[in-house]
């Protein structure tokens, strides 16, 4: 089994910049694929960006392409999320995810959460 714990998200102009944390525990985390969803209001929950602890592999949405970045943290079983040039669409509830495959990560099915943490960009 794994827990998630998110740093807090926050309210950042249009064009600012932010940043996530998402620490790991557990037995196996270092098998697993984590990173996070973000859902915002009326609309499905979706995929933003995967990491994977074993090699280092990360891999984004394409609307956040050029934008965000995932990387291991200062701590070996934390990951970071870094987003730049943040829009107004980008706001939403931010939740770190894990699952030990990349296509059931990405599916968000059968896998841990955090808590979610609420990000906010103004225009």
């Known amino acids: 089994e794994v827990q998630l714990v998110e740093s807090e998200g926050g309210l950042v102009q249009s064009g600012g910049s932010l940043r996530l944390s998402c620490a790991a525990s557990?037995?196996?985390?270092?098998?697993?694929?984590v990173g996070w969803f973000r859902q915002a209001p009326g609309k499905e929950r979706e995929g933003v960006a995967s990491?994977?602890?074993?090699?280092?592999?990360?891999n984004y949405a394409d609307f956040v392409k050029g934008r965000f970045t995932i990387s291991r943290g200062y701590f070996e079983n934390m990951v970071i999320l870094q987003m730049d040039d943040l829009k107004p669409e980008d706001t939403a509830v931010y939740y770190c995810a894990a699952n030990m495959y990349i296509g059931a990560w990405w599916s968000g099915r059968d896998s841990y959460w955090g808590q979610g943490t609420q990000v906010t960009v103004s225009s």
């Open positions: 557990g037995t196996t985390y270092s098998r697993y694929y």
């Open positions: 990491f994977y602890f074993a090699d280092g592999t990360a």
